[in-house]
């Protein structure tokens, strides 16, 4: 059974600094790409960031050169790395693993930046 548990959300003020875990169980992790997306009700989904099981990345326009992705393949686990946040960060933050055309979700973890 596929299982994601996203930690590490929580309420920062703007500038600062948080750093998302996503611990995974039930499957090979290090063959699955591994993504961070984010969504604020009403809005649509919003792909954050993603790592490759050779351990590439890409980021979304929004958070590049603040945030970073990466992975721990011995710990089954992969993080999201937020600097420099803003009050715009603000969402559900959520884990994903995609093999072929199989995604599964984690349940997410809020982030709201605000002072």
């Known amino acids: 059974q596929v299982q994601l548990v996203e930690s590490g959300g929580g309420l920062v003020q703007p500038g600062g600094s948080l750093r998302l875990s996503c611990a995974a169980s039930?499957?090979?992790?290090?063959?699955?790409?591994m993504s961070w997306y984010r969504q604020v009700p009403g809005k649509e989904r919003e792909l954050v960031a993603l790592?490759?099981?050779?351990?590439?990345?890409n980021y979304g326009d929004s958070v590049k050169g603040r945030f970073t992705i990466s992975r721990d393949n011995a710990k089954n686990t992969v993080y999201l790395q937020m600097n420099s946040l803003k009050p715009e960060d603000t969402a559900g933050y959520y884990c994903?693993?995609?093999?072929?055309?199989?995604?599964?979700w984690g349940q997410g973890t809020q982030v709201t930046v605000s002072s």
């Open positions: 994903t693993a995609k093999s072929g055309p199989t995604r599964h």
């Open positions: 039930g499957f090979t992790f290090s063959r699955y790409v």
């Open positions: 790592i490759t099981s050779a351990g590439g990345t």
